[in-house]
């Protein structure tokens, strides 16, 4: 809603955050060496199920058809997404490592203990030490999972990985034990333990310690994930959001910041996605034969992005946003002097250039065009707005009204009163649309909202301040008056 300020705006989504999950991630990174050489990948993620994680998300119908319209592979997602945790999930999982009480929360996790149990069970019984069983068809973690239960409950065996799927259980002295489970070489160590179980929360501490730029294309939603999913549940906190968000990525640039910035200042067109935006920076129109345009060029591990487009994907995606930055930086760079630029611009220069939009994050319809991550946000600023009043149309609602204005002009509708109702707009050429097409109309009179006027609040102090004035004069009135004495 225009209506949201930037902290109100970031309640909502913040509710929307903590019920999804990330079914898939993109990452590219760029090197120049004579040209940018791009290499990007695509992470499916699912949130880790070790112990007793065991993460509930919800899944919007019209968000999967979305996905499925564009290939995205559900069954990877489900049954290789490499898994991930914030710090607090690590906390938990590593008290529960520390006291032994691992728990196992998939139904289908237990039936794959309870067939390894069974099997390990009745085998024992005959064996001799130094006997080994192979336990087949383990993966992920519970394979760790049936290692620490066994070794739990059975304290003369011992365990030991063959693969991703395989397992050999050994039948072992009590004193032989002791000394496997004082062993450097113990695949079951808790930091190993954790290590797997955090998954791609290690590749996300990695770049929170390369304190890079870090580049997206209208990218709050994506910072609210990355904080809660992999660092910590999100604050309720709007302004600790945001400190938490520079400590991590002290330089942020969003490129629908910089584009929208094009758009004012340049011919750019005004195109709707980021596949569009990138097609219109290459076309010849834009940077008719530059010889210093950077060149971009996907590395020979990542070709398949070159051969196809494959917009929504996420690797696809990071590969756009990182051209879009470099193509728009050069052309900043461009409109930044009057000389010719020089061959292959350092990075250096397109920060240079770059600098105002640095840590300003695109805002989406609201009185503000970006959000402030390196200070405060600038005060909001809209068109005025209006009030419209109803006449001899009774039981209007918000959605009526938004209705009757929807085919002339976008406006936000807020009830003021029974009668009265807030427009907002985000350009001033629809509020003078308004203000003329209803001059005269029947039932609806529309005016410049005044907050002296129109506020209840203000309404309301007027009308006590008004009968206590009125009390005021007749007690003065009446006090006054002569005594009558006889």
Not at 249 to 264: A, E, G, Y
Not at 411 to 422: G, P, T
Request: charged share 20%; hydrophobic share 40%; with cysteine.
């Amino acid at each position: 809603s225009l209506f949201d300020s930037p902290e109100e705006r970031y309640l909502k989504a913040r509710q929307s955050v903590q019920r999804f999950t990330v079914t898939q991630l993109g990452k590219c990174c760029l090197s120049f060496h004579c040209r940018y050489v791009v290499h990007s990948y695509n992470f499916f993620l699912f949130p880790s199920t070790w112990g007793v994680t065991d993460v509930e998300f919800a899944l919007s119908a019209s968000s999967i058809q979305f996905l499925s319209r564009y290939g995205f592979d559900y069954n990877k997602f489900l049954k290789d997404g490499i898994p991930y945790m914030n710090e607090v999930q690590e906390k938990i999982l590593s008290q529960h490592l520390l006291t032994g009480s691992c728990k196992v929360s998939s139904a289908l996790d237990r039936d794959v203990l309870k067939k390894a149990i069974d099997e390990v069970t009745c085998w024992i019984a005959a064996a001799e030490e130094e006997e080994t069983l192979i336990l087949q068809d383990l993966s992920g973690y519970p394979m760790f999972e049936v290692q620490l239960v066994l070794r739990q409950a059975l304290q003369n065996v011992w365990t030991q990985p063959l693969g991703d799927k395989k397992v050999m259980v050994k039948k072992v002295s009590p004193q032989q034990r002791r000394l496997l489970e004082n062993s450097p070489c113990d695949c079951c160590q808790k930091e190993l333990i954790l290590l797997s179980a955090r998954g791609f929360t290690n590749l996300f501490q990695t770049l929170v310690k390369a304190k890079k730029p870090l580049v997206g294309h209208n990218m709050l939603m994506d910072l609210m994930h990355l904080h809660d999913k992999f660092y910590k549940p999100l604050p309720e906190s709007y302004e600790e959001f945001k400190r938490n968000i520079h400590n991590l990525f002290p330089v942020l640039i969003d490129t629908k910041t910089v584009t929208k910035s094009i758009w004012k200042k340049s011919p750019f067109p005004r195109v709707s996605n980021l596949l569009e935006v990138y097609m219109v920076l290459c076309s010849s129109n834009l940077n008719p034969k530059d010889p210093a345009c950077p060149v971009v060029a996907l590395a020979s591990d990542c070709s398949r992005y070159a051969e196809k487009k494959s917009p929504h994907e996420a690797g696809y995606d990071a590969f756009l946003c990182g051209s879009v930055l470099l193509k728009s930086a050069h052309l900043l760079l461009c409109r930044s002097t009057d000389d010719a630029v020089e061959a292959d611009p350092s990075f250096s220069q397109y920060l240079t250039v770059l600098a105002e939009y640095l840590n300003k994050v695109n805002f989406i319809r609201g009185g503000v065009s970006s959000i402030n991550f390196s200070g405060e946000d600038a005060p909001c600023q809209y068109p005025p707005a209006l009030v419209v009043h109803v006449q001899g149309w009774p039981g209007l609602n918000e959605r009526q009204i938004y209705q009757e204005f929807e085919a002339l002009c976008r406006f936000d509708v807020r009830r003021l009163s029974k009668n009265q109702f807030i427009l907002l707009s985000n350009k001033l050429k629809y509020v003078k649309l308004v203000l003329r097409d209803y001059k005269h109309h029947p039932h609806l009179r529309v005016s410049i909202y005044r907050h002296w006027r129109h506020s209840p609040h203000v309404n309301c102090v007027l009308q006590v301040s008004g009968v206590v004035a009125l009390w005021s004069v007749l007690a003065f009135v009446l006090g006054g008056a002569p005594c009558c004495s006889f």
